[in-house]
């Protein structure tokens, strides 16, 4: 009985098309084929890891004279003198992780509803035309980003937002101090939004591809909709996580846009509405002016920071929704 | 039926769509290479960028021949482009130091263009005219020992105003510019106490701790400024007149409010031309002389004394013989000061003197 | 809900830009401010611009994807896929400054093709993580009936799964032209600019993230309502675009 049912089950599933395809694929044998394959295959890996290799090389070369007046200083220090040239990473680390953090935790629940609502609720004569527009939202380039943020988003964090949050929750340190409209929540949020459609377009993907079987198995044994939802969101929590990896990327990454609504002040302080600095903004910020040497040398160390902190960032990012999900779903898929 | 059909459909409309792009842009007037034209590259300092496109627009009518295109993408990017001759000529506020003259491929020059002003301006309701400073409040202001616009220092500065008891807020400039160089350059001569707390002047600012926000460009600062109340900050002229901020007088070296304008600006580098050496690199911050606007520079061109190319190097340098002379009236529309007429002639001599392969290029 | 916010902003675009279009603008090159000008060298910019990055960028990608997804799961894959992933995060100035080394320094000047390498370069890792999440996603039973039928490993992954996972794919494909069509930093240092129509891809190319950039960093008002404008038209590109490749790589059901 199961034997039948599964082949009707796998033809049933491929479409004309993949017939189609399984058949022409068929016309053509060899081994040979497969080599080639696997070489050029291979070569794309290795253009990727020659281009890590290359950047990497590149700026620890230049990095090279900061690292040896600093030391491990660099990492501890939180001055940052251009005028003295006294320096030191660690308000840029706080500040890049932080305003990522906040705009991962913004963004991902939004996005997540914006998938959902597209994939499982919406009829398809809306989903398609939103599912465009926040794609579209991607391409909006990142200094009008940062225009938008100081004309819109700025005085509407400083008249609105913010005394509401500082009336209700003002009692966390994270919500005191003076309100200005810029600083790290204004950067945290603009992050999320620009992260936000990334995040939306690739779990869209991914909910879409989970296989019409497991709705209806989850239906049949008499799942409601949101329930199902979470068995559709079970089934895609590697795919949903690979999106998260991607969106943070970005906002690590970001420069333009939170340059011009996070206050560029190097320091470390609790509260969400004092200006801080990342990585990304220094360097965009001075590169292009400093000509001092071991200026110059310094903001590549920060750059080479600023790869690890990724390395780590996008470790814990995986391990999170890993050890969330691992519990629920059966089959552990390949981080 | 399969994806490769599409896929092959699909390329041949792009191509067919981009070729149709390309022969419309191919038919435009300007750009490639139009027999005999000389192509030259500039790159530089943003502040003069609105006057120098004017300029290789204009010129390109005087002379046809000649495709010239400036990109602004600060004073850094121009010395780096002029020391790496990745660009014709480069273009920087600040005069380059000798160390960096070492880096370049040759002898550099520095040819004088039009002279700027960086202003002082603010947001502050319920004040009629603008606001004037002289030196102490403004460094009081920005090391944050006058922390509210009604002290005392500031309605001495304006005894007819009306101050409001507001928090002052200072706006910054976070990235490094020319813009900066020329405010602490400023500071630096009036004030001891700024050398001391905020340090040399220099392309970046560093303020005591805790004060001020730092915004990204004369675009963040204004635009801070514009949208927030009770702020203060400096930024290029042009950025304040044309956004509506208010400019306020500062107090010159013979003790007079002076306002920027064209004249009082072009004073600030005819005051100081008996200490302005041979290279022409000088600073004219708190010039002498009663009408002089005490924070003004120059904005230089950097090129080469000896030209690799004689066609390159003869469009270039009867550019800046154009630029200097018929091209003032330009300038003065966009509110650039014109160099006082020694320095012009100084400009001519320098310009006179720039050869390709040991001939002048200027007969 | 989010879908309020983003028309939020892209009304507020296309409110602020949309007097500024017309044939002019769309077809002339920029002028001295207050003279008019237009974007159409830069859109054509742009466009070579992106379609170089794509020629390298896409193949690599999708080729690492697929290596990634296909023969990526022991310790070399897992650090492969570690290090793409790291390299999404990089600002892209960085990767302006790699290529400013590496391509216009010994070249002498900016160019197209540094411009063009500049966001292959940003592409490459997007383009190879969405590649590799969609084709895992493509159900085995497709592999083995291939595989079962006797085609060879290259032809299951190219006849097969390759177009199953074609719209999840081209998802990936236009995330990161979008994402690359919003770039500024890196074209900064390596295209540069220019006021001139311009196809030689040796020279100073404009695109439009520059001449936004350009013209939203200036004092003068009328810039900045260019600024808007030329965002419009940005935009509106990359939608067409969207709108193409979508109905490509759509299954027909």
Redesign the interface.
Known sequence: MSQVQTTTQATEGITATQRWNIRRALSQTGTTGDAVFRIVLFASVFIILAIVVGMVGMMLSNAMPAIKHFGFGFLTGKNWDPVRNEFGALPFIYGTIVSSVLAVLIAVPISLGIAIFLVEQAPRKIAQPIAFLVELLAAIPSVVYGLWGIFVLAPFIREHLGPILQKYLGWLPLFQGKLTGIGMLTGGIILAIMITPIITAIVRDVLTAVPVTQREAALALGATKWETTKVVLDNAASGIAGAIVLGLGRAIGETMAVTMVIGNMPQISASLFEPAYTIASVLASNFAEATDELYLSSLILIGLILFVVTFIVNGLAKLLVMTVTRGKSGTAKAA | MSVSNKVFQFTALLLSFLLLVLSFACSKPTGGNSGGAVKLQGVGATFPAPIYKKWVDEYGKVNPNAQIDYQSQGSGAGVKAAQNQTADFGASDAPMSDEDLKQAKGELLHIPTVLGAVVITYNLAGVSKPLQFSPETINDIFLGKIQKWDDAKIKADNPDATLPANDISVVFRSDGSGTTEVFTDYMTKVSPEWKEKVGPKGKNIKLPEGIGIGAKGNEGVTGQIKNTPNTIGYVEFIYAKQNGLPIAPIKNSTGKFIEPTLETVSAAAAEMLADTPEDLRVSITNSKGEKAYPISSYTYILIYKDQKDAAKGKVLVDFLWWATHDGVKFAQEKDYAPLPSEIVKKVETKLNAITSGGKPLRQ | ???A???I??S??AVRGITSINYEFL?D?????G?GGGI??A??GS?IMI?LASAVGM???I??G???A????NWFG?F????????????????G??VF??I??PM???SAWAGGMALA?IM???V???T???I????N??RE??LA????????????VL??A???IA??A??AV??V?????PL?FTA?????????LD??MASL?VQ???Y??????VEHKM??AA?LV??TL??LT???V?Y??R???
């Open positions: 809900m989010a879908v916010l983003l028309l902003i892209l507020y675009i077809t090159t920029p002028k001295p401010v003279e159409g060298n859109i054509v466009l379609l193949p690599i990608g080729a690492a697929v290596y990634l296909e023969f990526g799961d897992k492969i896929r570690f290090i793409t992933d790291t390299l999404t995060g990089i600002p892209s100035i960085i990767v400054i790699f080394t590496l216009v320094l002498g000047r900016a370069l490459i890792p997007i190879a993580r969405t590799e999440e969609m895992r996603l493509v159900p039973s497709l009936g291939a039928l006797g085609a060879p490993q290259w032809r299951v992954t190219t006849g097969v177009p199953a074609a719209p999840g998802t990936g236009m995330l979008a994402r069509c919003g770039e500024t930093a900064l540069l600019g220019s006021r001139f129509y311009n196809i030689e020279q100073p993230t936004i950039y350009n939203a960093i200036g004092p003068y008002d600024a808007w965002t940005l935009m990359i939608l969207n709108i193409a979508r490509l790589t299954k027909k059901y």
